[in-house]
């Protein structure tokens, strides 16, 4: 029989939590704070369902980064999403965090041989599993994958091995996060590098009501 080794990714998923005025505050001023929860919630569990659709083929491992709610009520919002394995994001920038989230997986990922890790949000309602299945797929010949997003950021970043172990500080330093070129920022840390990279295709990240009428 032939065996195929599949290198397993880790799939961080970084929730925020769709408290009342506490999420999509961009989108609330336009439809306000009810309904922006529930976009957000929305737009979550579609997320989550689909990692969790592959996570049942034994193709990924998930772990929910969670912001906004503590440690007991994280614990809770978790479990009723049906995953077990997820962490607070804690304070800072979103490199700060993402980067965090590296670190502390880092001894679920020896133990569970996992090579490499992909972040994604949950702003994006027409994620598919296709998406993800890519990703994995390209990682395979690369170091780095982005997926651009309407906004001069990305929608999906993955890593290999070889910037997980040796260039960790690169995808997150010299970064305006708000700012409409951190894709490009992100890209430029690697040029003094050989690496790999690979672009996906752009998707809209919702954000404000203008994103919503862009999918249309």
Known sequence: DVIFILNKSLLVIMAKWHGFGR??????????????A?????????????AKSLEKKGLIEICLAISGLGLKNSKKWSSKLGIQNFNLQGRGCLGEKMKRQ????????????????IFIGTDLPDLCHLDILNTTEELKQNDLILGPSNDGGYWIIAFS????????????????????????????????????????????????????????
């Open 23 to 36: 999420c999509k505050t961009r989108l609330s001023k336009d439809i306000g704070k009810v309904n922006s």
């Open 38 to 50: 529930k976009v957000q919630n929305i737009m979550t569990e579609h997320t989550i369902s689909v």
């Open 102 to 117: 590296i670190l502390i997986n880092k001894k679920f990922c020896v133990l569970k041989k996992i090579k490499n890790i």
């Open 161 to 216: 091995e070889k910037i997980l172990s040796n260039h960790l500080n690169l995808p997150f330093i010299n970064i305006k996060w708000s700012e409409e070129n951190v894709l490009q920022n992100t890209i430029d840390n690697f040029s003094s590098i050989d690496l790999k990279y690979k672009l996906l295709q752009q998707k809209i990240d919702v954000d404000t009501i203008d994103d919503i009428e862009a999918r249309k």
